[in-house]
């Protein structure tokens, strides 16, 4: 028999642990907590509220996460949790961890700028190509291989990238 965990017997920062373990599924190297897609972990009696914000409202990987989250709790032994989901305040690259943007640019998507506080573009611009660092980048259509990227080419090594915009 599995013994289910309760919230009086599990801390929010175990919580925050197994969260972290959750990959976003559009880009696997980085997980849930680190995107800043997890805003909040409570505990209210015996449940445990997961508090998420999209990317972008509409994301469809959302639905995704929300039962890779609900898996997660389930094989750690946790089944009395809800997941709420806020739109407001709308989430910003600005909950992304240095951490997150370092793994984005080694996965060869440029992270976001946020030195350009998007003002230069919509949506701002890389600094540079994450494969050969040049500054020489030519933007191709504002968006990527999903909506919360564009998608650039590099002049110089002539290969295509994602941008991960900035909002």
Same mark, same amino acid.
């Given at each position: 028999m599995i013994n289910e965990t309760t919230s009086a017997s599990i801390s929010?920062?175990?919580?925050? !642990?197994y969260l972290s373990e959750v990959l !976003? +599924? %559009?880009? +696997?190297?980085?997980?849930v907590v680190e995107l800043g897609i997890v805003r909040k972990v409570e505990f209210? *009696? %015996?449940e445990i509220i997961?508090?998420? $914000? +999209? $990317?972008?409202?509409?994301?469809?990987?959302?639905s995704v996460i929300e039962s890779d989250i609900v898996s997660k709790m389930k094989e750690k032994n946790i089944s009395n949790l809800s997941i709420k989901t806020v739109l407001s305040p709308a989430w910003t690259t600005d909950w992304m961890s240095k %951490?997150? @943007?370092? @793994?984005?640019k080694e996965y060869g998507i440029a992270p976001p700028n946020k030195d350009h506080t998007c003002t230069d573009q919509l949506f701002g611009e890389p600094d540079e190509c994450?494969?050969?660092?040049?500054? *020489? $980048?030519e933007l191709k259509s504002q968006f990527g291989s999903?909506?919360? @990227?564009?998608?650039?080419?590099? *002049? !110089?090594c002539k290969e295509p990238f994602d941008y991960f915009k900035c909002h």
């Open positions: 929010a920062n175990t919580v925050w !642990d !976003d +599924p %559009e880009v +696997p190297v980085l997980n209210n *009696n %015996e997961i508090t998420i $914000t +999209p $990317t972008y409202s509409g994301c469809p990987a959302m %951490e997150a @943007k370092g @793994k984005l994450p494969f050969c660092n040049s500054s *020489n $980048t999903t909506a919360c @990227k564009s998608l650039y080419v590099c *002049n !110089d």
